[in-house]
């Protein structure tokens, strides 16, 4: 069984950045694809970020977000990032990590869920 905990939400100000953490235990994150979700109030939850388990640095982003966030692991630490910069208001959301076998888009492609973190942006 896999289980992931996010850390590193928070509030911050537009145009601020944060890193957000997601430990994995149970199995290493190496042999997973990961990937970041985030959700905001009375909206869909929306893929933000993924990582191929078996070439890291295949990446995947959503238009949104492409050229601001980046993902990233550290297999060492078994934990895999989204560092988040120039953050504006529509960035405001719980984030959630997620991981499974096979990369894709879309929440039903990740068997793993996080319990998510919160992101608050302020304008």
């Known amino acids: 069984q896999v289980q992931l905990v996010e850390s590193g939400g928070g509030l911050v100000q537009a145009g601020g950045s944060l890193r957000l953490s997601c430990a994995g235990s149970?199995?290493?994150?190496?042999?997973?694809?990961m990937a970041w979700f985030r959700q905001a109030p009375g909206k869909e939850r929306e893929f933000v970020a993924a990582?191929?388990?078996?070439?890291?640095?295949?990446?995947y982003y959503a238009d949104s977000v492409k050229g601001r966030f980046t993902i990233s692991r550290d297999n060492a630490k078994n934990t895999v990032y989204l560092e988040m910069n120039s953050l504006n208001a529509e960035d405001t959301a719980v984030y959630y990590c997620?991981?499974?076998?096979?990369?894709?888009?879309?929440?039903?492609?990740?068997?793993?869920w996080g319990q998510g973190t919160q992101v608050t942006v302020s304008s």
């Open positions: 997620a991981a499974g076998v096979g990369v894709g888009l879309r929440s039903r492609d990740y068997q793993y």
């Open positions: 149970g199995r290493p994150v190496s042999t997973l694809d």
């Open positions: 990582s191929s388990w078996w070439k890291s640095d295949n990446t």
